[in-house]
T-cell receptor, first 115, second 115 residues
Framework: GENVEQHPSTLSVQEGDSAVIKCTYS??????FPWYKQELGKRPQLIID?????GEKKDQRIAVTLNKTAKHFSLHITETQPEDSAVYFC??????????????FGQGTRLTINP | SAVISQKPSRDICQRGTSLTIQCQVD?????MFWYRQQPGQSLTLIAT?????????ESGFVIDKFPISRPNLTFSTLTVSNMSPEDSSIYLC????????????FGPGTRLTVL
């Protein structure tokens, strides 16, 4: 069935350094890949997404890269700050009937930024 | 983006009882979804709430246990029936943003504890 693998499960970096989280997916028909940030006790918040027709997208300190051939995509956070500490989830779209899409989520990465 | 609210935000229930969770979106949306997030875990899709027809359930979830209603394009309910302690979790609804075919926005979640 559809599967999204996310690594690492925990990541600790020094403030100002970069953080990279990687995901692989199984369904070659997936064409939409969002990343969500979830702070403790809060709802998941979309931080960036990428569609299969582009290989990279950047928004200030956050970037996502996509390799469709290898079926993997990555989140890059540069110049990390304490407020970046949270759990990050990747997801991949799966086509349902009648053109509707659902998301399958990775297991999550707990990112800790050390001051 | 869509603004999504849920009621109740949390509840403590006795085993064997049922709880209905409400999800309200501030604009008409095509797709609404219900997820479960167990403590420290990822998001697992329970079902897609279809307007005017029966919900589409994922493997491992059945209508008798998680009946869903979607009477219009802005509202949905999820009932957790005949609850057991294993149903203790956070239940989240989500919706596609207006005019968006991919991006899902999440409600704040309902934290359910079953004693």
């Amino acid at each position: 069935g559809e599967n999204v693998e996310q690594h690492p499960s925990t990541l600790s970096v020094q403030e100002g350094d970069s953080a990279v989280i990687k995901c692989t997916y199984s369904d070659s028909a997936s064409n939409y890949f969002p990343w969500y940030k979830q702070e403790l006790g809060k709802r998941p918040q979309l931080i960036i997404d990428i569609r299969s027709n582009v290989g990279e997208k950047k928004d200030q300190r956050i970037a996502v890269t996509l390799n469709k051939t290898a079926k993997h995509f990555s989140l890059h956070i540069t110049e990390t700050q304490p407020e970046d500490s949270a759990v990050y989830f990747c997801a991949a779209s799966i086509l349902q009937g009648q053109g509707a899409q659902k998301l399958v989520f990775g297991q999550g990465t707990r990112l800790t930024i050390n001051p | 983006s869509a603004v999504i609210s849920q009621k109740p935000s949390r509840d403590i229930c006795q085993r064997g009882t049922s709880l209905t969770i409400q999800c309200q979106v501030d604009s008409q949306v095509t797709m609404m979804f219900w997820y479960r997030q167990q403590p420290g875990q990822s998001l697992t899709l329970i079902a897609t709430a279809n307007q005017g027809s029966e919900a589409t359930y994922e493997s491992g979830f059945v209508i008798d246990k998680f009946p869903i209603s979607r009477p219009n394009l802005t509202f949905s309910t999820l009932t957790v029936s005949n609850m057991s302690p294993e149903d203790s979790s956070i239940y989240l609804c989500s919706a596609l943003g207006r005019g968006d075919t991919d991006t899902q926005y999440f409600g704040p979640g309902t934290r359910l504890t079953v004693l």
